[in-house]
Nanobody, 122 residues
Framework: QVQLVESGGGLVQPGGSLRLSCAAS????????MGWYRQAPGKQRELVAR???????NYTDSVKGRFTISRDNAKNTVYLQMNSLKPEDTAVYHC????????????????WGQGTQVTVSA
């Protein structure tokens, strides 16, 4: 009943920029934490950035100063602005959200998007 759809990935040269978007839709009462994760070939999935409903943020060290996470609670959307991209940023980027769903009961559930490919290459 909830879907997360990412967009904005693509091919970019080193030093370039991309802006990823993730829109949540469905039977949503509210969304708590949202985040971006990435997984490169041969590597484990890692947290890139996360943001709380109150807009507190956290970043992995390798992207600090280059990436900015933000959200629009009214649109149930989270963004990741990526600047000064490096080849090591190449990965599939997945959106994650903690969604409060209310039907006959109240449930807090984790949802994942399908991912968007980011490739940084000359």
């Amino acid at each position: 009943q909830v879907q997360l759809v990412e967009s904005g990935g693509g091919l970019v040269q080193p030093g370039g920029s991309l802006r990823l978007s993730c829109a949540a839709s469905g039977s949503i009462f509210s969304i708590n934490d949202m985040g971006w994760y990435r997984q490169a070939p041969g590597k484990q999935r890692e947290l890139v950035a996360r943001i709380t409903r109150g807009h507190n943020t956290n970043y992995t060290d390798s992207v600090k100063g280059r990436f900015t996470i933000s959200r629009d609670n009214a649109k149930n959307t989270v963004y990741l602005q990526m600047n000064s991209l490096k080849p090591e940023d190449t990965a599939v980027y997945h959106c994650n959200a903690q969604v409060l769903v209310v039907t006959a009961a109240v449930r807090l559930l984790d949802y994942w998007g399908q991912g968007t490919q980011v490739t940084v290459s000359a």
